[in-house]
């Protein structure tokens, strides 16, 4: 494949520009409260999971990242950023209130000239970065995707379950097409001349129905219910103009997205929609073919030029097996914690962290730096920070401690996390549980599937929470 790349181009644009997405996320609650830290800032194998990202997208060359956020989490962002060793270009952008990830970028529009990738901060992938670019580079379509199938769980954590619900999706095998894509728990599709086809996923008890000139245009589609988006999309300069002169588009993902992979069969919903027309403006304006020579295209087969029998083209890169997930829900959370760690390289325990006498930590677990484990400690499948003080006797089994926790003797810790800051008590017992930053468990209180606030209070006394001001 090719082996250009953004460190490459000359200096008058980039290749690509990256944006990521580090918005507020209510399923991490209360993770992700005021007391605690940005989503961005979560660690994951005791780094942050933003730092995945910008290594991702370091090593295929994109060197100018935007990480996109909000007015409460921009100055933690900022510090993280000033620490942060890479050698891209990373800027902080604030933005105003965005409902969805395309009102994000709507806002960022008027700053970017080039094609554009946009990942969301919570992405853990092997897939190599430019394995995927270089699909977009010689296919040219209008959005290329990243779909892949879902990992096996690790056991999770916390007190909610996964939410599974995934969309139906056809790919079309030969061209790698993204053809046809069909939410389930909102099914408004029109009454036509259709195909039934019978899913085998056991979540899915009824046909799902395909129009059936798609059928004929698609033979060789893949229908698949076992693809989750990763939120990871390559888009066209012009697809930005189109978002912001389309503001009822407020998501890649449920709008922008679904419209796209209608329209590329249907030519009338493309001019309908206002899509050749952006297409059209955008390719006129391109007289810049370098792209073309820089790839070995310069007879521009694979270019910027319209196909008018098929001017509309949306791709998918499906990755099936390897690692790729999103910590997108406090049990995914917890399970990439889990896979990331078995995998990392280097040492488990750190140099600085001290273990008395008969503590074991399993090699399938993480200990930070300046950690303290009192004696008799068993550490399993969990990964615990810095600065944390455990007592005598503790038991933690698949869960993730945060940064200068202070846990007591004879605790048990299963399937939880703990934030930062946060103090449990001398025999405390917790299952399936979320403790907030700074939130303090006293003595002898036996919790299970519970999520206690940032900066509150747990007593067994009267076995209700209070919150500390």
Known sequence: MFSATATSLDSR??????????????????????????????????????????QWLEQGGILDIKVVTTREAESDILNYIEVYKGISNVTVRCINEAHGTADALRQLAPQIKSDVIVVPCDLIIDVPTTQFLDIFRMRRPAIAAVFFE?????????????????????????SSRL????????????????????????????????PMDLVRKFPSMAVSGKMQDSHVYVLQRWVLDYILANPEITSLQDDLLPLFVSAQCNKDLCEEKGILKHMRSYKGRRVDKDTDVRFGLADGTASDSIDNDDPLKVFAYVRRGGIV?????????CDLNSIVTKISVGRRVDASAKLAQQTQVGIDSMIGASTQLDERCLVKRSVVGAN????????INNSVIMDHVTIGDGVEVVSCVVCKLAKIGNKVQLRDCEIGATATISDDVNLKGIAVPGGSG????????????
């Not at 990992?151 to 079309?172: F, H, Q, Y």
């Open 13 to 54: 644009e980039p290749e690509f520009k990256a944006v990521v997405l580090a918005l507020p996320d209510d399923n991490m609650y209360p993770l992700t409260e005021r007391q605690s830290m940005p989503k961005a800032l979560l660690p994951i194998a005791n780094k942050p999971m933003l730092w995945y990202v910008l």
């Open 150 to 174: 879902t990992m096996r769980s690790e056991g999770g954590g916390g007190s909610t379950k996964a939410d599974n619900s995934l969309p139906i999706v056809g790919i079309d095998q030969p």
């Open 179 to 210: 053809v046809f894509i069909h939410d389930i728990e909102n099914d408004d599709a029109k009454e036509s001349a259709r195909v039934p086809v019978m899913l085998k996923a056991a979540r899915i008890k009824e046909e799902i129905e395909i």
């Open 325 to 333: 997930g999103r910590a997108d829900q406090i049990s995914r959370y």
């Open 388 to 395: 944390c003080v455990i007592g005598k006797n503790v038991n």
């Open 458 to 469: 747990f007593s067994d006394d009267e076995g209700i929470q209070t919150e500390f001001v």
